[in-house]
Structures are given as structure tokens and as C-alpha cells.
């Protein structure tokens, strides 16, 4: 990701964070639509739940531009999500599920520009989530 790219997630994930709860239930929302297997997978209550994914994707995309880091963090992650039965396809839906949400919540401001750094920027995170929960 360029500067600029890491700097366009920065500032758009501001824009949402002081609707946090609502992007969340959108979030879920969206997601349990378009993939009824993830839904299976989630026990506890959701507006903890996307709190939590609200503070970790916080903390992810503040690391963007020093990822040494964040790695760490985000492998251990995605070891657990291999424990709570999260399977590779399951990142393609919850990546969708997030762009689509923070389309509803930035509007005009999700520009062409700010979903490509998006995509890059989840597609990182995902990355290295999968590549860990394989390594063991
Ligand atoms: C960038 C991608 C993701 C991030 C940042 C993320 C973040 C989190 C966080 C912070 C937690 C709290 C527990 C913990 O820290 O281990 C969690 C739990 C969980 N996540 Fe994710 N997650 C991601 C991808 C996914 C995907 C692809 C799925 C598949 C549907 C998923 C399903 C779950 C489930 C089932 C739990 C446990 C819920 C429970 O305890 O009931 N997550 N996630």
C-alpha cells in the first residue's frame, strides 16, 4: 500500500469510528445475509462482538505504517479464528460484508479511491490471518 492508500483507510475508518455500533450491526447484519455459515459460528452477544472487531480493525488499520508491529497480533488472531471454525471462504464474505458497510457509513465519501486501499488494506489482514491459522 502507498502512503497516501494507508492514510485514505486512516482517515475513513475515523469517519466511522463514532458510529462504531451501528456499523457493527449493520456489519453482522450484512454478513449473516450473504453467508448464512458464518452466522452458525458466533455464540455470544453480538454488541460485544462488534465492539471487539470494531477496537481490533482500529488498532490493524492504525498499524498500517509500521505492519512489524501489528503482525504478531494479527497472526495470533488469526490462530484463534482457525479455533472458532473460520474457514478460508469465510474471509472472502466478512471482507464484502466490511466494504459494503463502510460504504453505507462513509456515502460519498467511499470514493473508487478509498475501496481499493480497503480492499488492500483487509486484504492484508486476511492474509495474514489464513497464513497463520495454516502454519499451526
Ligand atoms: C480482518 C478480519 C477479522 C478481524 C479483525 C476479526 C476480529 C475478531 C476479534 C477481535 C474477535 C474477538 C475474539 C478474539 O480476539 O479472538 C473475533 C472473534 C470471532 N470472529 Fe473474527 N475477525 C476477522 C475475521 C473473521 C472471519 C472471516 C470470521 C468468519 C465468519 C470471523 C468469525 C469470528 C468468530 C466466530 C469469533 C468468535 C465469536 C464468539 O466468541 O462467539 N472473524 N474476531
Known sequence: MTPHQIQLVQT???QVAPIADTA??????RLFATDPTASALFKGDMK?????LMQMIGVAVKGLDRLDSIVPAVQALGRRHRGYGVTEAQYDSVGAAL???LGQGLGAAFTAEVQEAWTLAYGILATTMKDAA???
Do not use: I, M, P
Open 48 to 52: 460485544e462482538q462488534g465492539r471487539k
Open 99 to 101: 466494504l459494503w458497510t
Open 12 to 14: 475513513s475508518f475515523a
Open 24 to 29: 457493527a450491526e449493520l456489519f453482522y447484519q
Open 134 to 136: 495454516k502454519a499451526g
